[in-house]
């Protein structure tokens, strides 16, 4: 069963009507902006009336569409501007994971990642004996420290890669 879409004032934007959703009084209202590109006509969806859209942003979106796609600056359709923002949310989160990673101290890093793992690699005595050298000798110099400010003499670099982290 098809829709039938309904003209607004503003040219390039179309709306269909839910046949039983409501929107206050009124039936929630599914906004579509039409444009061509190259020749093709494009038809991109917009959202419905429930969630703030009107005919008004449908337009102030469009014209944004044909400006970007005028001076070549930004996105030139909806699909390229949610792969755009995806993107931005990646790398934001990337971001963020690395400030995370990089905060942690390297006696976190040890307790909570490396000597789990020697307790299932080596034999109990060469766990225990790491344990021991850790507590008495390396977490009194390094307890506070982040690993990647850690430098071994002369030699710059950060101690994550030693023990493959």
Same mark, same amino acid.
């Given at each position: 069963m098809s829709v039938k879409w309904k003209k607004t004032r503003f040219p390039g934007v179309r709306y269909y009507e839910h046949k039983s959703?409501?929107?206050g009084i009124q039936k929630d209202k599914y906004f579509a902006i039409r444009y061509?590109?190259?020749g093709k006509r494009k038809e991109e969806g917009l959202g419905w009336s429930s969630d703030g859209w009107t005919a008004s942003k449908a337009t102030l *979106? %469009? #014209?944004e569409l044909k400006k970007a796609y005028a001076t070549g600056q930004g996105a030139i359709s909806l699909e390229e501007k949610r792969l755009q923002s995806e993107k931005q949310r990646e790398s934001q989160r990337a971001k963020e994971k690395k400030n995370a990673r990089e905060q942690k101290t390297f006696s976190e890093i040890f307790l909570e990642q490396y000597y789990p793992r020697t307790k299932s690699d080596k034999a109990f005595k060469s766990h225990q004996r790491e %344990?021991? %050298?850790f507590e008495n000798w390396? *977490?009194?110099l390094q307890r506070s420290k982040n690993p990647? #400010?850690?430098t071994a003499g002369y030699v #710059?670099?950060?101690l994550m890669k030693l023990i493959n982290f």
């Amino acid at each position: 069963m098809s829709v039938k879409w309904k003209k607004t004032r503003f040219p390039g934007v179309r709306y269909y009507e839910h046949k039983s959703r409501k929107h206050g009084i009124q039936k929630d209202k599914y906004f579509a902006i039409r444009y061509q590109r190259n020749g093709k006509r494009k038809e991109e969806g917009l959202g419905w009336s429930s969630d703030g859209w009107t005919a008004s942003k449908a337009t102030l *979106e %469009l #014209s944004e569409l044909k400006k970007a796609y005028a001076t070549g600056q930004g996105a030139i359709s909806l699909e390229e501007k949610r792969l755009q923002s995806e993107k931005q949310r990646e790398s934001q989160r990337a971001k963020e994971k690395k400030n995370a990673r990089e905060q942690k101290t390297f006696s976190e890093i040890f307790l909570e990642q490396y000597y789990p793992r020697t307790k299932s690699d080596k034999a109990f005595k060469s766990h225990q004996r790491e %344990l021991g %050298l850790f507590e008495n000798w390396i *977490e009194p110099l390094q307890r506070s420290k982040n690993p990647y #400010s850690i430098t071994a003499g002369y030699v #710059s670099f950060p101690l994550m890669k030693l023990i493959n982290f």
